[in-house]
């Protein structure tokens, strides 16, 4: 209940509340007047330096945005400067959100407000007004609709802007910025130098929450590369001054994230009391899409300790909070997953239903792991019933999609797939290949699990062989990789083919 007496029922955003539009406060779908509302205060913010409603709490903002009572900008000196700015944040604002101007104009601002430079700046003084602001909120508008190079073009005029003028405040937030262009190309060089450059002037200003995300989106770009003990030092380190400054949800998504790099290392229980922290403290804060995406990761989870029952009714609950926001991506993954799920338990026509659906939503969203992940699933489910062209060449499709999109470890993936349609086939030597090229990559990237299967397939490999001594050792190093890893249904999997084959071996 909010301080007037007045009732908010929220379904749970998939935006920061502070900077949510009217419209999305009533539970519509995101969009591009959204955006544009979001745009005026991330003018406000660049050329102010504070949040929107940053002495209120979220209730009270929610009650002040609904009501339209908005900071006014007509008499505050920061914009006297600029009144096109002052009018084009108002405009942003307008409750009707027919009444809110098109991007086009936006852009049409600002290139009037580019050649703009404060007449003066005082020490000590609030930051001066200047056409960065504008730039900068352009260039995320650009960014969130997938506009990479428009976005990377108004990042870099911010830049220069900043430059010119020596502002020091918005110029980490423009590199910042343009890391996350290249990040989003999957340019991971190119990003990982912005977001040290940014950090290192956050550093040098004394902006610990800037400094903080700088780290953080650097901790991503070294997950990304799977060089996961640089991930793991950036997400504690990012965690921990989130946690000093008070930041609840940057403190979550750096635990989150952090969970991601122990899943990836296998070191499941781990990840999951750090998912269940996250997942926690985005239920407390309200962020139902990021609550969803740790509902999934805790699936994953169970996924792999092979709980199946609570793995579904992971993934379940997230894909039905992805399908209520709107979010597409989350709910193709969710729907993959819990494919997975059925896959595992020989549902396969559920499972080739699922995997489908996923596949195509990948497709119309633009998202290739998606799609490719999909596909080499669709691999898994035809060399379970035996179809082995269908899932050579689901096999082949992926491995070209990931091979491009530099995904080792989806590469990896498909290649071992391709190795049990050979060996199905009895062409071993191929199989061989197959299974050593997936295990050298597994080996770099640190995944024991997946290099506990490999020996697990190379292990029946030569069992169909009749090579029973070097079987017996595949197996038996599968199974200590097994047994660390808390996997003692797969340990049981390897003491029963152990067992087979002491016959032949004594």
Same mark, same amino acid.
């Given at each position: 209940?909010?301080?007037?007496?007045?009732?908010?029922?929220?379904?749970?955003?998939?935006?920061?509340?502070?900077?949510?539009?009217?419209?999305?406060?009533?539970?519509?779908?995101? %969009?591009?007047?959204?955006?544009?509302?979001?745009?005026?205060?991330?003018?406000?913010?660049?050329?102010?330096?504070?949040?929107?409603?940053?002495?209120?709490?979220?209730?009270?903002?929610?009650?002040? @945005?609904? /009501?339209?009572?908005?900071?006014?900008?007509?008499?505050?000196?920061?914009?006297?400067?600029?009144?096109?700015?002052?009018?084009?944040? /108002?405009?942003?604002?307008?409750?009707?959100?027919?009444?809110?101007?098109?991007?086009?104009?936006?852009?049409?601002? #600002?290139?009037?407000?580019?050649?703009?430079?404060?007449?003066?700046?005082?020490?000590?003084? #609030?930051?001066?007004?200047?056409?960065?602001?504008?730039? +900068?909120?352009?260039?995320?508008?650009?960014?969130?609709?997938?506009? *990479?190079?428009?976005?990377?073009?108004?990042?870099?005029?911010?830049?220069?802007?900043?430059?010119?003028?020596?502002?020091?405040?918005?110029?980490?937030?423009?590199?910042?910025?343009?890391?996350?262009?290249?990040?989003?190309?999957?340019?991971?060089?190119?990003?990982?130098?912005?977001? @040290?450059?940014?950090?290192?002037?956050?550093?040098?200003?004394?902006?610990?929450?800037?400094?903080?995300?700088?780290?953080?989106?650097?901790?991503?770009?070294?997950?990304?590369?799977?060089?996961?003990? /640089? $991930?793991?030092?950036?997400?504690?380190?990012?965690?921990?001054?989130?946690?000093?400054? %008070?930041?609840?949800?940057?403190?979550?998504?750096?635990?989150?994230?952090?969970?991601?790099? +122990?899943?990836?290392?296998?070191?499941?229980?781990?990840?999951?009391?750090?998912?269940?922290?996250?997942?926690?403290?985005?239920?407390?804060?309200?962020?139902?899409?990021?609550?969803?995406?740790?509902?999934?990761?805790?699936?994953?989870?169970?996924?792999?300790?092979?709980?199946?029952?609570?793995?579904?009714? =992971?993934?379940?609950?997230?894909?039905?909070?992805?399908?209520?926001?709107?979010?597409?991506?989350?709910?193709?993954?969710?729907?993959?997953?819990?494919?997975?799920?059925?896959?595992?338990?020989?549902? +396969?026509?559920? $499972?080739?239903?699922?995997?489908?659906?996923?596949?195509?939503?990948?497709?119309?969203?633009?998202?290739?792991?998606?799609?490719?992940?999909?596909?080499? =699933? !669709?691999?898994?489910?035809?060399?379970?019933?035996?179809? *082995? =062209? /269908?899932?050579?060449?689901?096999?082949?499709?992926?491995?070209?999609?990931?091979?491009?999109?530099?995904?080792?470890? %989806?590469?990896?993936?498909?290649?071992?797939?391709?190795?049990?349609?050979?060996?199905?086939?009895?062409?071993?030597?191929?199989?061989?290949?197959? +299974?050593?090229? $997936?295990?050298?990559?597994?080996?770099?990237?640190?995944?024991?699990?997946?290099?506990?299967?490999? !020996?697990?397939?190379?292990?029946?490999?030569?069992?169909?062989?009749?090579?029973?001594?070097?079987?017996?050792?595949?197996?038996?190093?599968?199974?200590?990789?097994?047994?660390?890893? %808390?996997?003692?249904?797969?340990?049981?999997?390897?003491?029963?083919?152990?067992?087979?084959?002491?016959?032949?071996?004594?």
């Amino acid at each position: 209940m909010a301080p007037s007496g007045d009732f908010i029922t929220m379904t749970g955003p998939a935006w920061t509340v502070r900077w949510a539009a009217p419209e999305l406060l009533r539970g519509d779908s995101p %969009g591009l007047a959204s955006d544009i509302w979001a745009l005026g205060w991330i003018c406000w913010e660049a050329v102010t330096g504070n949040f929107p409603f940053e002495k209120e709490n979220n209730i009270t903002a929610i009650v002040r @945005i609904t /009501k339209g009572d908005l900071p006014p900008v007509e008499n505050d000196d920061q914009f006297h400067q600029i009144k096109a700015l002052c009018s084009l944040m /108002k405009e942003c604002w307008k409750l009707d959100t027919s009444e809110r101007p098109a991007a086009a104009k936006c852009g049409q601002i #600002v290139s009037y407000l580019n050649p703009i430079v404060p007449s003066s700046r005082d020490v000590g003084s #609030v930051s001066v007004t200047r056409s960065s602001g504008l730039l +900068y909120a352009l260039g995320r508008v650009q960014l969130e609709n997938d506009m *990479y190079s428009e976005a990377q073009e108004y990042f870099e005029q911010c830049l220069k802007v900043t430059e010119s003028v020596g502002d020091e405040r918005v110029k980490p937030m423009a590199v910042n910025a343009i890391g996350d262009v290249y990040r989003m190309r999957d340019e991971y060089s190119k990003a990982e130098e912005s977001y @040290i450059q940014a950090r290192d002037i956050f550093s040098q200003i004394g902006h610990q929450l800037g400094f903080a995300q700088s780290v953080k989106r650097l901790g991503d770009v070294y997950q990304m590369r799977n060089e996961n003990s /640089k $991930a793991e030092e950036s997400y504690i380190q990012a965690r921990d001054i989130y946690s000093q400054i %008070g930041d609840q949800r940057g403190f979550a998504q750096s635990v989150d994230s952090l969970g991601d790099v +122990y899943r990836m290392r296998d070191e499941y229980s781990k990840a999951e009391e750090l998912y269940i922290q996250a997942r926690d403290i985005f239920a407390q804060i309200g962020d139902q899409l990021a609550f969803a995406q740790s509902v999934d990761s805790l699936g994953d989870v169970y996924r792999m300790w092979n709980e199946y029952s609570k793995a579904e009714e =992971s993934y379940i609950q997230a894909r039905d909070i992805f399908s209520q926001i709107g979010d597409q991506l989350g709910f193709a993954q969710s729907v993959k997953s819990l494919g997975e799920v059925y896959r595992m338990r020989n549902e +396969y026509s559920k $499972a080739e239903e699922l995997y489908i659906q996923a596949r195509d939503i990948f497709a119309q969203i633009g998202d290739q792991l998606g799609f490719a992940q999909s596909v080499d =699933s !669709l691999g898994d489910v035809y060399r379970m019933r035996n179809e *082995y =062209s /269908k899932a050579e060449e689901s096999y082949i499709q992926a491995c070209d999609i990931f091979s491009q999109i530099g995904d080792q470890l %989806g590469f990896a993936q498909s290649l071992v797939g391709m190795g049990r349609v050979y060996a199905a086939r009895e062409e071993y030597a191929r199989a061989e290949e197959s +299974y050593s090229e $997936a295990e050298r990559i597994y080996h770099r990237i640190g995944n024991m699990r997946s290099s506990a299967n490999i !020996l697990w397939y190379r292990g029946w490999l030569h069992r169909r062989q009749k090579q029973y001594g070097e079987a017996k050792h595949l197996v038996v190093e599968a199974s200590t990789i097994y047994g660390t890893l %808390g996997l003692e249904q797969d340990v049981e999997k390897c003491d029963e083919f152990l067992e087979a084959i002491r016959p032949f071996i004594e």
